[in-house]
Protein backbone atom coordinates (compact mmCIF):
# COMPACT_ATOMS: atom_id res chain seq x y z
CA UNK A 1 0.00 0.00 0.00
CA UNK A 2 1.20 3.43 -1.00
CA UNK A 3 0.15 6.54 0.07
CA UNK A 4 0.36 10.16 -1.07
CA UNK A 5 0.05 13.49 0.09
CA UNK A 6 0.15 16.20 -2.25
CA UNK A 7 0.55 20.06 -1.21
CA UNK A 8 1.63 23.25 -2.02
CA UNK A 9 -1.13 24.60 -4.17
CA UNK A 10 -2.90 28.08 -3.95
CA UNK A 11 -3.82 31.26 -5.47
CA UNK A 12 -1.10 32.56 -7.57
CA UNK A 13 -1.75 35.35 -10.27
CA UNK A 14 -0.85 34.71 -13.97
CA UNK A 15 2.39 34.50 -15.04
CA UNK A 16 3.20 33.24 -11.34
CA UNK A 17 5.04 29.84 -9.90
CA UNK A 18 3.56 27.74 -7.75
CA UNK A 19 6.01 23.77 -6.37
CA UNK A 20 3.58 21.04 -5.89
CA UNK A 21 5.32 18.46 -3.46
CA UNK A 22 3.81 14.69 -4.12
CA UNK A 23 5.01 13.19 -0.42
CA UNK A 24 5.08 8.89 -0.59
CA UNK A 25 4.78 6.69 2.30
CA UNK A 26 7.17 4.46 0.70
CA UNK A 27 10.71 5.03 -1.03
CA UNK A 28 10.08 6.89 -4.24
CA UNK A 29 12.88 4.29 -5.87
CA UNK A 30 10.59 1.18 -5.16
CA UNK A 31 7.54 3.30 -7.30
CA UNK A 32 7.89 2.54 -11.21
CA UNK A 33 6.48 6.02 -12.19
CA UNK A 34 5.12 8.74 -10.82
CA UNK A 35 2.49 10.56 -12.90
CA UNK A 36 1.28 14.40 -12.17
CA UNK A 37 -2.74 15.21 -13.41
CA UNK A 38 -5.20 17.48 -13.31
CA UNK A 39 -9.02 17.37 -13.38
CA UNK A 40 -11.05 20.74 -13.80
CA UNK A 41 -14.85 20.41 -13.15
CA UNK A 42 -16.76 18.49 -15.74
CA UNK A 43 -13.72 17.06 -17.62
CA UNK A 44 -12.04 14.07 -17.65
CA UNK A 45 -8.54 13.99 -15.73
CA UNK A 46 -5.53 15.27 -17.79
CA UNK A 47 -2.18 14.29 -17.66
CA UNK A 48 0.80 16.52 -17.09
CA UNK A 49 3.67 15.01 -16.54
CA UNK A 50 5.40 11.80 -15.32
CA UNK A 51 9.07 10.57 -13.77
CA UNK A 52 10.49 7.14 -13.72
CA UNK A 53 12.40 5.54 -10.90
CA UNK A 54 15.36 5.75 -13.58
CA UNK A 55 14.68 9.73 -13.56
CA UNK A 56 13.20 9.69 -17.40
CA UNK A 57 10.39 12.74 -17.45
CA UNK A 58 7.86 13.72 -20.11
CA UNK A 59 4.98 16.88 -20.48
CA UNK A 60 1.91 17.30 -21.83
CA UNK A 61 2.30 19.77 -24.47
CA UNK A 62 0.28 22.40 -22.90
CA UNK A 63 2.91 22.72 -19.52
CA UNK A 64 6.51 21.44 -21.62
CA UNK A 65 8.99 24.61 -21.30
CA UNK A 66 6.76 26.05 -17.81
CA UNK A 67 6.63 22.88 -15.86
CA UNK A 68 9.39 20.60 -14.37
CA UNK A 69 9.26 17.53 -12.75
CA UNK A 70 11.96 16.25 -10.13
CA UNK A 71 12.25 13.89 -7.03
CA UNK A 72 14.23 13.69 -3.65
CA UNK A 73 14.52 10.31 -3.01
CA UNK A 74 15.70 11.09 0.42
CA UNK A 75 12.63 12.85 1.29
CA UNK A 76 10.63 10.30 -0.43
CA UNK A 77 8.86 13.26 -2.48
CA UNK A 78 8.03 14.45 -6.22
CA UNK A 79 7.83 17.52 -6.86
CA UNK A 80 6.04 19.79 -9.84
CA UNK A 81 7.72 23.14 -10.05
CA UNK A 82 4.91 25.32 -12.63
CA UNK A 83 6.46 28.55 -13.77
CA UNK A 84 4.37 30.83 -16.13
CA UNK A 85 1.40 29.71 -14.69
CA UNK A 86 -2.00 30.27 -17.31
CA UNK A 87 -5.03 30.77 -16.08
CA UNK A 88 -6.00 27.75 -18.05
CA UNK A 89 -3.52 25.85 -15.47
CA UNK A 90 -6.48 26.33 -12.54
CA UNK A 91 -7.05 23.15 -11.74
CA UNK A 92 -7.08 20.01 -8.75
CA UNK A 93 -3.72 18.24 -9.31
CA UNK A 94 -3.16 14.66 -8.23
CA UNK A 95 -0.20 12.94 -8.03
CA UNK A 96 -0.15 8.87 -9.03
CA UNK A 97 2.35 6.00 -8.16
CA UNK A 98 2.39 2.96 -9.81
CA UNK A 99 3.91 0.49 -8.12
CA UNK A 100 2.23 -2.93 -7.06
CA UNK A 101 -0.88 -1.25 -7.67
CA UNK A 102 -2.10 2.23 -8.72
CA UNK A 103 -2.26 4.98 -6.15
CA UNK A 104 -3.59 8.53 -6.16
CA UNK A 105 -3.09 11.45 -3.82
CA UNK A 106 -6.11 13.36 -2.67
CA UNK A 107 -5.03 16.22 -4.94
CA UNK A 108 -4.72 19.86 -4.39
CA UNK A 109 -6.22 23.21 -5.66
CA UNK A 110 -4.58 25.40 -8.10
CA UNK A 111 -5.93 28.63 -8.95
CA UNK A 112 -4.55 31.23 -11.58
CA UNK A 113 -6.26 34.18 -11.55
CA UNK A 114 -6.10 37.75 -11.68
Not at 55 to 69: E, L
Amino acid sequence: QVQLVESGGGLVQPGGSLRLSCAASVSIGSIYVVHWYRQTPGKQREFVAYITSSGTTNYADSVRGRFTISRDNAKNTVYLQMNSLKPEDTAVYYCRASASGIYWGQGTQVTVSS
